[in-house]
Every structure is written in C-alpha cells, then in structure tokens.
C-alpha cells in the first residue's frame, strides 16, 4: 500500500530565516505530488503541483519553491520566510503516468509557524 | 467568484440526526467530485467519490446534480464521531489539480 510521508511535523521560524520541508511517498512509482497551504479557518491553496522529476508548476506568485529531486521526493522551500508563510503544509499524491486519476491523498502536513 | 463554495456551518446536530450538506461548483466542465473530511489540525482524508448515478457508503450518500452544478453529502444516523469539517471538492478529469472548498463544519451532539 501507498504511503505518505512530511516532516517536520511542526516547525516555529523567524521572519527572514529559510525553510525546507520534505514529503515521501512510498508504495507507487511516478506519482503526480502537489504541496498546498492552509492557512487558519480558510481552504486548501495550491502551491505546487509535480507530473515528473524535475518538473514543477506553480500556481500562485509567491517567495516559495518546490523541487523534485526524486521520483518519490518533493520538497519546498524558501529563502526568507515572511509572516504570511504561516499556516499548514500539506503534500499530497495522486497516480500519475498511464494511470492519471485524479483522487489525492494527502500526508500528515507540516504545521509552519513564522514570528 | 470561487471554483467550489459550500455553507462553511457550522452544523449542530443531534447523535442520531440526518444531516446534508450541500456544495456548488462554477465550471460546467467539472468531472471528478469527491467529499473529504478533514478533523481538528489533521490532514483532509477522502471520505468518498461522487459518482453521476450517486452513491452510497453506509451511512453516507453522495449525490451530483450536474443541471444544477452541485453535489450533496447526506449523513444518516449521526455518530459523535462523524464531528469534523466535510471538503467539497471539484476538477476536471485529468487535470492536475482539484478545487477545494473551505469546509463545512459538523458538531454531532450527544
């Protein structure tokens, strides 16, 4: 069975430092993996979203990142965080490749607090 | 105006009640539906697909009305543990992202 992995869990940084959060999957090959925010009594935003290694789209302006070193490895960053960064992350997978369907499933996310 | 919008609640009710949610979607062109539950600072989990024909899972029946563009989650028989926020979600088939509404939210009371 498929897995999904982030950490760190949570994670408190000041303003101007920088970041990096990592998300596995296990269980599948050539995952299509999406990073989203959610910010505090609002809705899911996406960030990221990945069909391949080194392939990355972005879907809103931002000082934030994402790369795919890995097939099964997507991670986002930043070189300064601002206040607005706060909220929590979430990384999630859905089948990709021959078999592209659209259901996500979603790691355990990364809840990113910036004073 | 959004892809996905639902009553954000929240909803009160009764171990044992019927409750419904309802969701709108705006893109006519929209396929795949699916509810997700989401509970207190945890990630959302798919609770079901939303098939055209309708579906059912136990206490739960999804529905789509695709003249109307908007897809229903009918809970039978409240449980305390069904207390959570409910995610509408909406895309089109193939695409490589999905529309998430912001939740409604659901308290069953004993």
Redesign the interface.
Known sequence: SQTIHQWPATLVQPVGSPLSLECTVEGTSNP?L?W?RQAAG???Q?LF?S?GIGQI?S?VPQNLSASRPQDRQFILSSKKLLLSDSG?Y?CAWALGGAH?Q????????T?LLVL | RKEVEQDPGPFNVPEGATVAFNCTYSNSASQSFFWYRQDCRKEPKLLMSVYSSGNEDGRFTAQLNRASQYISLLIRDSKLSDSATYLCVGGQTGANNLFFGTGTRLTVIP
């Open positions: 299509n999406y989203y609002r809705g899911l996406l979203y069909v789209s879907e929590f979430l592209l659209e259901t996500q499933y979603f790691g355990p996310g809840r």
